[in-house]
């Protein structure tokens, strides 16, 4: 027997509904752990005598951690309910961000981006509630919410980071400490638990331990209907991960771009996801199938990417984000919304935990790679790379879509 409430549908006035905008602020908060030090950090962590290779490391503490927890968070919310482990995870994010507004050396950063790592899994979580509270036919949909919030933390976060820089690196962070500790009260009282209490198990320490075992977490990777989506969204996570982690120096190597610069454009990558994923997204599931959508997300991605690895110039720069930021927002929700839909409902958080995990591994090693190629390759390799592991994610997809 399934453990869910009967999913109510979908509304397209989704931002009016109190457990929507809670977890569109949920999933902002995740977002903005990255985005506000993403324009600035690679300047600052040189200034204190890192490389582009420091940069990447501190980057992949956070993956690496979510890659541990983010089944584990998963699997246990499908069993003790998801206020409870959201709230727990909420937890981890608002302290990493105290520590990152209290930090002052190297150290200091990879010890916020690893305290909010630790448990920090919101997004998992947040995306299973969202499967909860809509219908399979609409899932992309739904999670078109999780686009839009990934957008708007792209906005703030480098517009925000960038502006501030000059004045005070603790500043962002505080905000965004408070804002987080805004969603764990939100969370608290306005989110009602889509775990049925009928259902739901009390804790018990050592079958939470049976559940967590890795065996039985990453059961379901094992079924090839869910296995090849988790793969496709895993080829795009990377190729993702790969190039924006290090937009900051390609820019200013390939572009003369400045660090305000630099977040003013990854805030323009932010704002086109808003408006396609916010507006426009539900009109294109309507009349196009979303295998059309991941094929033409995935063609725009690499248009932009060549465009990138081949010009110098400001305009041609901005059209190519352009196309990069229509391709990647048309990818994340309507892949979410198929590995959702590859899942039995009641296993939606160990699916997507799965896939958060393959998702941190792919942020581990994207940030290495390219800062690789950035310093010891040449700067047009680094978006070139991430067109080889597109290019990889097009062909598994399309021949998948062939086999069904």
Not at 22 to 28: A, H
Not at 166 to 190: D, E, R
Request: include cysteine; charge should be positive; charged fraction near 15%.
């Amino acid at each position: 027997m399934s453990n869910r409430q009967p999913p109510r549908c979908y509304n397209s006035s989704v931002f009016r509904k109190k457990e929507y905008l809670t977890i569109f602020i949920i999933l902002v908060t995740e977002v903005l752990g990255f985005s506000l030090i993403l324009p600035f950090l690679p300047f600052y962590v040189q200034h204190l005598g890192g490389t582009p290779l420091t940069v990447g490391l501190i980057l992949t503490v956070f993956s690496l951690l979510q890659f541990i927890s983010a089944p584990v968070m998963g699997k246990l919310s499908d069993t003790y309910g998801r206020k409870p482990l959201l709230m727990l995870s909420q937890l981890s994010t608002f302290l990493g961000f105290v520590i990152l507004g209290f930090s002052k050396t190297i150290p200091m950063i990879f010890l916020s981006r690893a305290v909010d790592g630790l448990l920090g899994s919101n997004a998992t979580i947040a995306q299973s509630y969202l499967s909860d509270i809509s219908t399979k036919e609409d899932r992309s949909k739904a999670y078109g919410i999780s686009g839009a919030a990934f957008g708007f933390g792209f906005l703030v976060g480098p517009a925000v980071g960038g502006a501030l820089a000059k004045v005070s690196f603790a500043l962002p962070a505080f905000i965004a400490a408070g804002l987080s500790f805004a969603t764990i009260v939100m969370t608290k009282y306005l989110l009602k638990e889509t775990v049925v209490n009928s259902h739901k198990k009390e804790f018990n320490l050592k079958k939470a331990v049976e559940e967590i075992n890795p065996v039985r977490l990453w059961a379901s990777f094992n079924d090839k209907k869910v296995r090849i989506p988790l793969l496709v969204m895993f080829a795009y996570i990377l190729s993702h991960t790969l190039y924006v982690s290090n937009f900051s120096l390609f820019g200013e190597r390939q572009f003369g771009l400045t660090v305000e610069l630099v977040g003013y454009m990854l805030a323009y990558i932010g704002l086109v996801s808003i408006i396609l994923r916010g507006f426009i997204l539900n009109k294109l599931i309507d009349n196009f199938s979303e295998a059309t959508l991941v094929k033409a997300g995935f063609l725009l991605d690499m248009s932009g990417l060549l465009i990138l690895a081949t010009t110098h110039t400001l305009p041609a720069l901005f059209f190519a984000i352009t196309l990069f930021s229509v391709g990647s927002g048309l990818l994340r929700p309507t892949l979410l919304g198929e590995i959702s839909r590859s899942a039995s409902e009641d296993k939606q958080g160990e699916v997507l935990g799965i896939s958060g995990s393959l998702s941190s591994i792919a942020q581990i090693v994207g940030p290495i790679i390219g800062g690789f190629a950035l310093t010891y390759v040449s700067t047009p390799s680094m978006p070139l790379l991430s067109v080889l592991v597109t290019l990889a994610g097009f062909f598994i997809y399309t021949n998948y879509k062939k086999q069904i």
